[in-house]
């Protein structure tokens, strides 16, 4: 059995090759990847976290599952609020050939997987992209939609305006400028492209002030408690989902479809019909 570290990872999963995988994959006719599981499992200080179960196979060739845990609290003790961990089985014989630290996979995967969207759903025009979030996936995604689309822009926002620039610099390394804006929605009204990356409970992003024709990509929520757009975005918008699984218990969907505000039919395609 081989064991892969996220240093390993990182140093030889580029965004090319990701993006690539990732469109490949949603086509394979063996490919299957049934709904995950979510558990909401107590921290020991009073608090819920959650954990995450993801399976997925190859007919005949691989077999494999990632562990997800969510601890909100994490970034007080200076730890990720998302880890992971993968484990792979031979497709024919079962047995575990593979297992790998999942962290640094799971934002680029993710980030990728947003990429790929805004690469069939963007306008061709657009120019100016905005990250809304500060966490592990916010230059991952500045890194995987850049890849997709050259934009003339590109500013991210957060709650605390130190964790943006600390987004921005990461991000310089790689030689992408980024600028840090203060006023969120201002930021909003400007762009063509908005992704946010937030563990929000409450909506960040006001549908009002959405211009027309943009892509607002939803990424960080995963639960039917979270929730980073409101009802005008859900109102206004062509929807498409990354999965119609996932799509049935993420708040930003799960919460207008109990509302009323959407119905089944408005979910027009999932991720894999567009590629």
């Known amino acids: 059995m081989r064991f892969f570290t996220d240093a390993d990872i990182g140093a030889v999963l580029g965004w090319a090759e990701l993006i690539q995988a990732i469109e490949q994959i949603m086509v394979d006719p063996e490919a299957t990847a049934p709904a995950r599981t979510f558990h909401t499992v107590p921290d020991g200080n009073g608090n819920d976290a959650a954990f995450l179960l993801k399976p997925g196979w190859v007919a005949g060739e691989i077999i494999g599952v990632k562990a997800v845990t969510v601890f909100p609290d994490n970034g007080e003790q200076g730890l990720p609020m998302v880890q992971a961990g993968v484990l792979l089985f031979d497709g024919v014989t079962g047995s575990l050939v593979g297992a790998c630290e999942a962290n640094t996979l799971t934002t680029r995967r993710t980030a990728a997987a947003s990429a790929v969207a805004a690469k069939r759903l963007a306008r061709t025009d657009a120019s100016r992209l905005l990250v809304v979030g500060t966490g592990a996936l916010a230059p991952m995604a500045i890194q995987a939609h850049a890849h997709v689309r050259d934009y003339d822009a590109v500013q991210v926002w957060g709650r605390t305006p130190a964790k943006a620039a600390g987004v921005a610099e990461e991000v310089a390394l790689h030689g992408l400028t980024v600028d840090v804006v203060t006023d969120l929605d201002a930021a909003v009204v400007e762009a063509d492209v908005i992704s946010c990356v937030t563990g929000a409970t409450e909506p960040v992003v ?10 607002v990509d939803l990424i960080g929520g995963f639960s039917h408690a979270m929730r980073e757009a409101d009802d005008d975005v859900a109102r206004r918008a062509s929807v498409f989902v ?10 930003d969907i799960a919460q207008p479809l109990a509302a009323g505000i959407l119905t089944p039919a408005d979910l027009l395609a999932d991720l894999a019909e567009l590629v």
């Open 206 to 215: 006001r549908g009002a002030l959405v211009k027309p024709g943009c892509h």
């Open 242 to 251: 990354d999965t119609y699984d996932d799509a049935a218990i993420a708040g």
